[in-house]
């Protein structure tokens, strides 16, 4: 009964930013954790960052120091903000969110980067 809406997905040069945003509606109670997760051609899907409702959050290798994920929760949105992106970070990114012993999924966005 939850749906995620994503957006800010597009085709950028190596080097650009994008900021990525993903908002939940339907029946909320409490969210959990919530995250952003990608998937390149040929690959498996891969975690890149995930939030928790406060505290510490945790990021992919590749993406640390580039990447930044934060969350407002009173309008229920997760945010990835993606700086310095280089063509290997081209993918489609999905959104992930945690509602009890629910899990719901974005559509996913595609993040192309040109060289």
């Known amino acids: 009964q939850v749906q995620l809406v994503e957006s800010g997905g597009g085709l950028v040069q190596a080097g650009g930013s994008l900021r990525l945003s993903c908002t939940a509606s339907g029946t909320i109670f409490s969210l959990s954790a919530m995250g952003w997760y990608r998937q390149a051609p040929g690959k498996e899907r891969e975690l890149v960052a995930l939030?928790?409702?406060?505290?510490?959050?945790n990021y992919a290798d590749a993406v640390k120091g580039r990447f930044t994920i934060s969350r407002d929760n009173a309008k229920n949105t997760v945010y990835l903000q993606m700086n310095s992106l280089k063509p290997e970070d081209t993918a489609v990114y999905y959104c992930n969110l945690r509602q009890w012993s629910s899990i719901y999924w974005g559509q996913g966005t595609q993040v192309t980067v040109s060289s």
């Open positions: 939030a928790p409702r406060v505290g510490t959050t």
